[in-house]
C-alpha cells in the first residue's frame, strides 16, 4: 500500500504550489497520501501532516566532474548507495546524462523518470512545438509535459542508458522509477540507509516500440470503426440485437480506455498511439 501510494507522488508534485516540503498522512483506513502544499491536506489531518512531514530538501543541482566524490561504492559486481530518509520516501543523488547531479526520490512501484523542468538547460535539451508529449491526470486537471530521452541515468557507478523522462516544471526533486531499478535486482537496508543493487540481467528487456504501441491502439480502434460502420448501415437490426452490438462497444470503449491509462503509466507519446 504504501508503495502504490508513493506512487501518486509524481502527480501530487504537479499543483500551484512549488514548494519542495512534503505533507504525509495516514487516513482512518490506514491509507497513505502525500500532498505539496498543507492546504491539500484535509483539515482533521493536518496536524499529523505538519507533524510528520519529510525534511525539506533544496533540490539543488550540482555539476559532476571526475575529480569530485563520487557517494556509493561498488564490490563483487554490486552497487551500493547510501539514500537520505525523508520519512518513508529514500532521496538520492544520480548524475544525468554523465554530468548533471540531480536528487531524485526513488519509487520502484512507478514505471517512468521524472525530471524538474529547470535541469533542461542544464542537460542541454531544448523543448520546442515538436517535442513528444504526454497527458498527465492531476488533482487540477489534466496538464502535458514534455518526454526526452536521457543519454545515461548513474547512481554510484549503476548506470543506465536511453531511459525516456517526463520533464515537470513544477518539480524540485525528480523521481526515479522501475525503467531505472527493473534493470537490477536491489536491495534495502533501512538501518544502513543504504541501497544495494546488483545488475539484473535478464531483467534488460528493451522497451515496448512505437510499432508495438502503434498495434495496440490500432486494434482497438479499428474494432471500434468496424462496430460503428456496421450500426450505422444496419437500420434494420431488431432491438435484440442491437443492444448486444451496443454492449460490445462500450467493451471497446473501456479497453481503449485502459489502453491510454497503460500508455499515460509508461510515458507513451501521443504520436505513437495513432
Known amino acids: 500500500m504504501r508503495r502504490a501510494a508513493i506512487c501518486l507522488l509524481a502527480l501530487l508534485l504537479q499543483t500551484s504550489d512549488a514548494s519542495s516540503e512534503i505533507f504525509r498522512w495516514t487516513d482512518e483506513a ?20 505538519l507533524r510528520e512531514s519529510a525534511t525539506k530538501s533544496d533540490g539543488s543541482f550540482q555539476t559532476f566532474t571526475k575529480t569530485s566524490e563520487q557517494r556509493g561504492s561498488r564490490a563483487s559486481g554490486k552497487y551500493r548507495i547510501p539514500f537520505v530518509a525523508e520519512g518513508s520516501l529514500m532521496r538520492v543523488n544520480a548524475i544525468v546524462n554523465g554530468h548533471l547531479e540531480i536528487p531524485f526520490f526513488i519509487d520502484t512501484g512507478a514505471s517512468g523518470v521524472s525530471l524538474p523542468a529547470s535541469a533542461a538547460s542544464r542537460l542541454g535539451i531544448s523543448i520546442g ?137 509508461d510515458s507513451v507519446p501521443r504520436s505513437w498511439r495513432r
Not at 490506514?30 to 501532516?49: D, E, M, T
Open 129 to 265: 512545438p515538436n517535442t513528444q508529449r504526454i497527458t498527465m491526470h492531476t488533482a487540477n486537471g489534466q496538464i502535458e509535459l514534455p518526454l526526452v530521452r536521457l543519454a545515461s541515468v548513474e547512481l554510484a557507478g549503476a548506470r543506465v542508458e536511453g531511459l525516456m523522462a517526463t520533464l515537470n516544471p513544477t518539480m524540485s526533486i525528480g523521481l526515479l522509477g522501475g525503467a531505472f531499478f527493473n534493470q537490477f535486482s536491489y536491495g534495502v537496508d533501512p538501518v544502513a540507509n543504504v541501497i544495494t543493487l546488483e545488475r539484473n540481467h535478464a531483467a534488460v528487456v528493451p522497451s515496448p516500440s512505437e510499432d508495438h504501441w502503434r498495434r495496440r491502439f490500432q486494434k482497438v480502434r479499428g474494432s471500434l470503426e468496424q462496430l460503428d460502420a456496421y450500426l450505422r448501415n444496419r437500420e434494420g437490426l431488431n432491438e435484440a440485437r442491437r443492444e448486444e452490438l451496443e454492449r460490445k462497444r462500450v467493451e471497446l470503449e473501456a479497453r481503449l480506455d485502459a489502453l491510454e491509462r497503460e500508455a499515460n503509466r
Open 30 to 49: 490506514g491509507k497513505l497520501h502525500f500532498a505539496q502544499s498543507i492546504q491539500q491536506v484535509p483539515p482533521q489531518y493536518r496536524k499529523q501532516a
